[in-house]
């Protein structure tokens, strides 16, 4: 089992920054990938960024060049650096980690909530 804990979500003034972050426990030793989805209201969940253990990263086309996700594999944490929000940016983050070749190895934080607003 892995236990996944966000922290940073809030609101935001368009054209703001943010940076959530994504602590990791438990079965660590199972997880191969780390990334971040988000829901916006009454729509599905959708990728946001991913990374590996071995730093590759894939990230939606819709935040390329204002989020940021990065990985400190000593301290089992995950970060989503988000630049130049806007109100399509509003949302609930989720942290996701999970196995690339077991795919019965996947664990969701409960979210954090995104909300960028004048």
């Known amino acids: 089992q892995v236990q996944l804990v966000e922290s940073g979500g809030g609101l935001v003034q368009p054209g703001g920054s943010l940076r959530l972050s994504c602590a990791a426990s438990?079965?660590?030793?199972?997880?191969?990938?780390w990334g971040w989805y988000r829901q916006a209201p009454g729509k599905e969940r959708k990728l946001v960024a991913t990374i590996t253990n071995g730093g590759g990263i894939n990230s939606a086309d819709s935040v390329k060049g204002r989020f940021t996700i990065s990985r400190d594999a000593a301290k089992n944490m995950v970060y989503l650096q988000m630049n130049n929000l806007t109100p399509e940016d509003t949302a609930i983050y989720y942290c996701?980690?999970?196995?690339?070749?077991?795919?019965?190895?996947?664990?969701w934080g409960n979210g954090t909530l995104v909300t960028v607003s004048s």
């Open positions: 996701n980690v999970a196995n690339i070749y077991r795919s019965f190895i996947q664990y």
């Open positions: 438990g079965s660590i030793f199972s997880i191969n990938i």
